[in-house]
C-alpha cells in the first residue's frame, strides 16, 4: 500500500541545535516529494521540493532535504534551529498524474526550548 | 496579493444543520481541492475540481458535496453534519492538475470547524 510515514509524532530541540526530521515513502514509481510547515493557526506553507536533478534541495527559512532513492527517503535539515521554527511539519508526495493529490505524512511537531 | 480564501475560519454547529464552507482564489487556478485534517491521520483529500464541472472524489468523500460553477469558487457543503466531521479544513489550489517544479498548491489558512 502507498504510504508516506514520519516516525516521529513530537521532537523537542534546543534552539541553536540542529535539527532532522525524518520522512519516509512507499509507492511504486519516483514521486514529487515536499516538505510543509504549518505554524500554530495557520494554513500550510511550502518549505521545499523536490522534482528531479540535485538531490539535496534548498528551501525556505534555512531548511534543506534530501532525497535518497536507495532508502525511500526524504529527512529535512536545519543546521540551526531558531525559536520561530517551532510548527508541525509535513511530508508530502505527489506524482505526475493523478489528479495532483498530495499524499501527506502524519506530521511531527517541533518544540524549541531556549 | 495571490491567495486562497476560505469562510468561515472558525464555526461550531450543530448535528443535521446544513453548512458550507466557501472557497475561492484569486490566481486564475484550474485545479482545486479540499483536504480535512485530524490528528495522528496528517491531511487527507476529500474532493477535486480539475476544472469548472468537472469535480471528482478524493479519499474521504463521504458525507460532502462541493460545486464548480466558477473557476474561482470551490464551496464545500456539508449537507448534515455529523460529530465525526469536527475537523480543521483546508481548501488548495494549483496552476493546473499537474505537479511541474512551477506548478504547486497553494492552501488556504484553514476552516476548524466543530459539530456538536
Keep these: 500500500a502507498q504510504s508516506v510515514t514520519q516516525p516521529d509524532i513530537h521532537i523537542t530541540v534546543s534552539e541553536g541545535a540542529s535539527l532532522e526530521l525524518r520522512c519516509n515513502y512507499s509507492y511504486g514509481a519516483t514521486p514529487y516529494l515536499f516538505w510543509y510547515v504549518q505554524s500554530p493557526g495557520q494554513g500550510l506553507q511550502l518549505l521545499l521540493k ?26 529535512l535539515r536545519k543546521p540551526s534551529v531558531h525559536w520561530s521554527d517551532a510548527a508541525e511539519y509535513f511530508c508530502a508526495v505527489g506524482f505526475l498524474t493523478g489528479a495532483n493529490n498530495l499524499f501527506f ?10 | 496579493e495571490a491567495q486562497v480564501t476560505q469562510n468561515p ?10 453548512l458550507t464552507v466557501t472557497c475561492s482564489q484569486n490566481m486564475n487556478h484550474e485545479y482545486m481541492s479540499w483536504y480535512r485534517q485530524d490528528p495522528g491521520l496528517g491531511l487527507r483529500q476529500i474532493y477535486y475540481s480539475m476544472n ?24 464545500l457543503i456539508l449537507e448534515s453534519p455529523s460529530p465525526n466531521q469536527t475537523s480543521l479544513y483546508f481548501c488548495a489550489s494549483s496552476l493546473t492538475i499537474y505537479h511541474s517544479g512551477a506548478n504547486v498548491l497553494t492552501f488556504g489558512a484553514g476552516s476548524r470547524l466543530t459539530v456538536l
Excluded at chain 1, 54 to 64: M, Y
Excluded at chain 1, 107 to 114: D, E
Design chain 1, 105 to 114: 505524512g502524519t506530521g511531527t511537531r517541533l518544540t524549541v526550548i531556549p
Design chain 2, 52 to 75: 469548472v464541472e468537472v469535480t471528482d472524489k478524493g479519499d474521504v468523500p463521504e458525507g460532502y458535496k462541493v460545486s464548480r460553477k466558477e473557476k474561482r469558487n470551490f464551496p
Design chain 2, 9 to 18: 475560519r472558525y464555526l461550531i454547529t450543530v448535528t443535521g444543520k446544513k
Design chain 1, 50 to 75: 523536490y522534482f528531479s536533478g540535485d538531490t539535496l534541495v534548498q528551501g525556505i527559512k534555512g531548511f534543506e532535504a534530501e532525497f535518497k532513492r536507495s532508502q525511500s527517503s526524504f529527512n
